[in-house]
């Protein structure tokens, strides 16, 4: 089986930027999908794809938002989103956890309950840590360019401007039977 990992801020549900920085949104009332996600997993999908949102969601455990309205978006995203599972870390930096992206915890815990081959699967995201973590569990790494981040320190196989154009880079890879590195 092979999948693709999505970060859910800036990749599904538009980021919200404030003072040049990204934040999740806070409440459902802030969320807002990312034009063309519907389309764009559904291709996924029909080329065997298993979709598995992997987001780091660190103010959690920073007591800025509650485990409660996290879990109320992610629930949300899942029932307009084809998304097969959603993977969530709710740790910070200091806890030094093995699941909070740069670390490719989250992916390596899907991978094992799914039957994932990661060598044939994907990482999106729209930081330099969705890339890492992508690298760190082999699998090909796909950044949407978001102008706030440090894009350097993640080196992706593709940068691309939009969920839809990941997609389409991602079907075209095995269009063109580049199914390993």
Not at 51 to 74: F, Y
Not at 84 to 95: K, L, Q, T
Not at 158 to 175: F, G
């Amino acid at each position: 089986m092979k999948a693709v990992f999505l970060d859910r801020d800036g990749v599904l549900n538009e980021a919200i930027v404030r003072d040049g920085k990204p934040y999740a949104p806070e409440t459902l009332d802030e969320l807002v999908i990312t034009p063309g996600a519907g389309g764009a997993l559904a291709a996924l999908r029909r080329h065997g794809y298993r979709l598995i949102v992997v987001t780091n969601q660190p103010d959690i455990a920073r007591g800025k938002v509650s485990q409660e309205v996290v879990e109320t978006i992610n629930r949300y995203i899942c029932s307009v989103l084809p998304i097969d599972a959603v993977e969530m870390c709710a740790h910070d930096d200091s806890d030094r956890c093995d699941c909070r992206k740069p670390q490719p915890g989250m992916l390596i815990r899907a991978a094992r309950r799914d039957g994932i081959d990661l060598s044939a699967s994907f990482m999106v995201g729209d930081r330099w840590r969705d890339m890492e973590a992508g690298r760190r569990a082999s699998c090909r790494t796909v950044l949407i360019r978001s102008g706030y981040d440090n894009e350097s320190k993640g080196l992706p196989d593709v940068a691309v401007t939009s969920l839809v154009e990941a997609a389409d880079w991602i079907i075209r890879q095995e269009d063109y039977g580049r199914s390993v590195r």
